[in-house]
């Protein structure tokens, strides 16, 4: 853009005029945000909580199992005499 489309498009700022609020406007503003509360019920907390405790309890349940396996596999491997992984040196 040249300096004069930008000397153009400031122009138009200049244009701005304020806009008169009608006075009830705070007023009916400040009622539909009491009116729209955002608490969450008791019994929505509790299940969501309940959810996320399983969760963790399954995931926790998945990583010991897991290293169980890999710790037994390796022992087989050792008796075995063979390398429990693909690392050659």
């Excluded at 489309?5 to 806009?19: F, G, M, R, S, T």
């Excluded at 009916?28 to 963790?56: D, G, M, Y």
């Excluded at 897991?66 to 390796?74: I, P």
Aim: proline share 3%; glycine share 2%.
């Amino acid at each position: 853009m040249n300096n004069h489309q930008i000397d153009n498009e400031l122009n138009k700022l200049a244009n701005i005029q304020k806009v008169d609020v009608p006075i009830f406007l705070f007023t009916r503003i400040k009622s539909k945000i009491n009116t729209q509360s955002q608490q969450f019920e008791p019994t929505f907390v509790w299940r969501i909580s309940l959810a996320l405790v399983i969760i963790l309890l399954l995931n926790a349940a998945v990583v010991t199992i897991n290293l169980n396996g890999k710790k037994h596999e390796n022992s087989l491997a050792k008796t075995m005499r063979l390398t429990p992984n693909n690392e050659l040196y």
